[in-house]
């Protein structure tokens, strides 16, 4: 799934705008978690993390599982400095009001496997 049709489905909004607009990639897989333990022993290409944890860790953790896009769930707002943490490191993060549950739903409703 492209970064575009995630936008739409999940009513997201790009934080980082011009990272987010140069994303190409296709997306295959989605994992959700906000014990940023497990997220670190994914080792699949084309995955993005779904979250409702909103910190610096977030970034940090999905720099280090090589994940490029992250969905921060629940309305919360991710602050200046996970915004440029995550732009140095080219990674997208989308905010969005649906539950993480709610956008799991949505992204496999629409093709997105889950890992487990």
Do not use: H, W
Request: aromatic share 8%.
């Amino acid at each position: 799934m492209l970064m575009n049709e995630i936008i739409k489905r999940i009513e997201a909004r790009p934080v980082c705008g011009d990272v987010c607009s140069l994303r190409t990639d296709d997306f295959e897989f989605a994992f959700a978690s906000d014990l940023m333990s497990d997220v670190l022993r994914l080792t699949y290409e084309k995955t993005m993390l779904v979250t409702g944890l909103c910190n610096v860790q977030t970034i940090r953790t999905a720099e280090m599982a090589e994940i490029k896009l992250i969905i921060i769930c629940r309305g919360k707002k991710c602050d200046d400095q996970m915004f440029k943490i995550a732009k140095e490191c080219d990674i997208c993060l989308l905010e969005t009001n649906y539950s993480v549950y709610r956008v799991c739903g949505e992204l496999y409703s629409y093709g997105i496997k889950p890992l487990y």
